[in-house]
């Protein structure tokens, strides 16, 4: 079965730091890009990073940047998210989603989040 | 950044009726890059479509998606009781790649 599962998740007090991880399985972990995205308690869903295959292209959003670092070891299977200067808005639960590509031998159709892990909680108190 | 607003903010409707979901980008966007997700309380959320019209895979034939440049729609017919969840459309044409604000879907 194509699986992520997070992990890393707990209890940091502000200003403090925490790596997240996402283990893949059952699918080629160096073909796809991966994704980074978050959802608060009650709120809705945050798109955080993005890191492509060969960790050529990343993104992040601005509430990430400066704070976050998205990587991946491909030889691992694994990606990762390194979280510093860890603020109480930034408690949530955390998932890791493959992006995937839809095309055949005459369109290309279009990308999305095909595949998401059932993420890890942080939060973030003293 | 694209903002997506997404219309109504909740509904509430009946098994067997036709549930219409929008969603509005701030700026134009190739429709191959809109998607829309499905997320069940306490579940991780589950694409239904991409490239705004196709379903992804196993998803039931009551789902379908429309619309181009900054309108999209998400339409569930014969609404379900299993379709009770808040709905999401996402792009993935300019980072970062935002989300819409979700629409709740109540099954009376």
């Known amino acids: 079965d194509v699986q992520l599962v997070e992990s890393g998740g707990a209890l940091v007090q502000p200003g403090g730091s925490l790596r997240l991880a996402c283990a893949a399985s059952?699918?080629?972990?160096?073909?796809?890009?991966l994704n980074w995205v978050r959802q608060a308690p009650g709120k809705g869903l945050e798109w955080l990073s993005y890191?492509?295959?060969?960790?050529?292209?990343?993104y992040y959003t601005d509430s990430a940047k400066g704070r976050f670092t998205i990587s991946r070891d491909n030889a691992k299977n694994s990606l990762y998210l390194q979280m510093n200067s860890l603020r109480d808005d930034d408690t949530a639960l955390y998932f890791c989603?493959?992006?995937?590509?839809?095309?055949?031998?005459?369109?290309?159709?279009?990308?999305?989040?095909?595949?998401w892990g059932q993420g890890t909680m942080i939060i973030v108190s003293s | 950044e694209v903002v997506l607003t997404q219309s109504p903010g909740a509904l509430s409707l009946s098994p067997g009726q036709r549930a219409t979901l929008s969603c509005r980008a701030s700026?134009?966007?190739?429709?191959?890059?809109v998607a829309w997700f499905r997320q069940r309380p306490g579940q991780a959320p589950r694409l239904l479509m991409y490239?705004?019209?196709r379903r992804a895979t196993g998803v039931s034939d009551r789902f379908s998606g429309s619309g181009s440049g900054t309108d999209f729609t998400l339409t569930i017919s014969r609404l379900e009781p299993e379709d009770a969840a808040v709905f999401y459309c996402?792009?993935?044409?300019?980072?970062?790649?935002?989300f819409g604000p979700g629409t709740k879907v109540h099954i009376k």
């Open positions: 996402q792009q993935y044409n300019y980072s970062p790649f935002t």
């Open positions: 059952g699918f080629n972990f160096s073909d796809y890009g």
């Open positions: 490239g705004a019209s």
């Open positions: 700026e134009r966007i190739n429709s191959g890059y």
């Open positions: 890191i492509s295959s060969s960790s050529s292209s990343i």
């Open positions: 989603a493959r992006l995937q590509h839809y095309y055949d031998s005459d369109s290309y159709y279009g990308e999305a989040l095909d595949v």
